[in-house]
């Protein structure tokens, strides 16, 4: 992609709607493209909430919602540093740190529940060893 990076991942001054702009004249590159994202968000969580505005309008993408898929391209381009980084080693224990387990979660013996895409773990909040939920 010969174009310049930006810094962020949406544009704070665009609106994505339904019917915005012309329909593409091959969606289907506009879906493929939206998947292979949506697997990037494993390592960049950063995107995901760009992605998933965009992924709202695949049954009908327009140029305006393909132009906000470029936009999220330019930021990781600009952004290839960022990101989470899973080692290849023998350790699997998660690590979640919290200064307030809100009111509005539902305890189930005794776990709090914390999303990890596209992992669900829970921690106990006793002693016992953490769990994780395929």
């Known amino acids: 992609m010969n174009s310049k990076s930006v810094d962020t991942v949406m544009d704070p001054n665009v609106k994505i ?5 012309e329909p593409l004249s091959d969606p289907e590159k506009c879906r493929r493209l939206v998947g292979k994202l949506n697997y990037l968000i494993v390592t960049r969580p950063d995107i995901s909430f760009a992605v998933s505005v965009v992924s709202q ?3 009908s993408p ?3 919602h393909w132009n906000a898929l ?3 391209l330019k930021y990781i381009k600009g952004s290839t540093g960022k990101g989470l980084l899973y080692g290849h080693n023998n350790h699997t ?11 509005d979660l539902h305890l189930i013996e005794d ?6 895409s596209p992992l669900v773990i829970t921690w106990s909040l006793g002693r ?3 769990k994780v939920l395929w």
């Open 17 to 21: 709607l339904p019917n915005q702009g």
């Open 57 to 59: 309008f695949l049954n």
């Open 62 to 64: 327009r140029e305006d």
């Open 70 to 72: 470029i936009r999220i």
């Open 93 to 103: 224990k998660v690590v979640c740190y919290s200064d307030d387990i809100g009111q």
């Open 111 to 116: 776990q709090l529940p914390v999303i990890v």
């Open 128 to 130: 016992a060893r953490n």
